[in-house]
Nanobody
Framework: QVQLVESGGGTVQAGGSLRLSCAAS????????MGWFRQAPGKDREGVAI??????TYADSVKGRFTVSQDNAKNTLFLQMNSLKPEDTAMYYC???????????????????WGQGTQVTVSS
């Protein structure tokens, strides 16, 4: 069982930055796939940024603005979000899976473990 706890959400003006953190209850070096999803009201949950053992995958909507990174010494995953836009407003979730996700890393159904979410609101 893997427990994930997100933090770092908040309200920011358009063009601003936020850094999300996801603390894992197991060694992140043992997790094959780990990353971030988001869900806005009335919309499906979408993959934002995923790290697996071989590559990092970003949604087209965040490429060049968001960066995912991992600190294995702290068992923590980060999401640095720059140049935020109002359309980035959503609940952001950390997700992890011990299995492979390389073929479809941004699919939510690939992940067994989820955090409780942290709200990000970007005002115009």
């Amino acid at each position: 069982q893997v427990q994930l706890v997100e933090s770092g959400g908040g309200t920011v003006q358009a063009g601003g930055s936020l850094r999300l953190s996801c603390a894992a209850s197991v060694y992140t070096s043992r997790i094959n796939c780990m990353g971030w999803f988001r869900q806005a009201p009335g919309k499906d949950r979408e993959g934002v940024a995923i790290m697996d053992r071989y590559k990092t995958t970003y949604a087209d909507s965040v490429k060049g603005r968001f960066t995912v990174s991992q600190d294995n010494a702290k068992n923590t995953l980060f999401l640095q979000m720059n140049s935020l836009k109002p359309e980035d407003t959503a609940m952001y979730y950390c997700a992890a899976d011990m299995g492979a996700c390389a073929l479809a890393p941004l699919r939510a159904d690939k992940y067994a473990y989820w955090g409780q979410g942290t709200q990000v609101t970007v005002s115009s």
